[in-house]
């Protein structure tokens, strides 16, 4: 269940194998990183949690081995395409 829901900024780094994540859209307030090595998954969930999301059509999943992030996109092919960028990254982070 999430608590609340909190606008957060994500930068692919793959120069860091990373998603940076920061509070504010300028990019000064970073709050954490999800590095591409500790990404288990990268689904759609209309089942579960989608439902108390701002935007449940758009809302996605990353599972790392310790959280599970929700990620509410601005519209569906952006959501596509962070979802496929996402999951492109990871497995090419297990191919090294």
Same mark, same amino acid.
């Given at each position: +269940? !999430? /608590?609340?829901? /909190?606008?957060?900024?994500?930068?692919?780094? +793959?120069?860091?194998?990373?998603?940076? &994540?920061y509070?504010?859209c300028?990019?000064?307030?970073?709050k954490?990183? *999800?590095?591409?090595? $500790? *990404?288990?998954? !990268?689904?759609?969930?209309?089942?579960?949690? $989608?439902? #108390? #999301?701002?935007?449940? #059509?758009?809302?996605?999943?990353?599972?790392?081995?310790?959280?599970?992030?929700?990620?509410? %996109?601005?519209? %569906?092919? #952006?959501?596509? *395409?962070?979802?496929? !960028? *996402?999951?492109? $990254?990871?497995?090419?982070?297990?191919? &090294?």
């Amino acid at each position: +269940m !999430v /608590k609340t829901w /909190k606008k957060r900024w994500f930068l692919f780094d +793959m120069d860091h194998r990373r998603l940076a &994540y920061y509070t504010d859209c300028d990019e000064r307030k970073l709050k954490g990183v *999800i590095y591409f090595q $500790a *990404i288990e998954e !990268v689904y759609y969930d209309h089942l579960r949690t $989608a439902t #108390s #999301s701002p935007r449940p #059509s758009l809302t996605f999943c990353v599972k790392t081995y310790d959280r599970l992030f929700f990620l509410v %996109a601005n519209n %569906a092919v #952006s959501m596509r *395409i962070w979802m496929d !960028v *996402i999951v492109t $990254a990871t497995d090419e982070h297990c191919r &090294y």
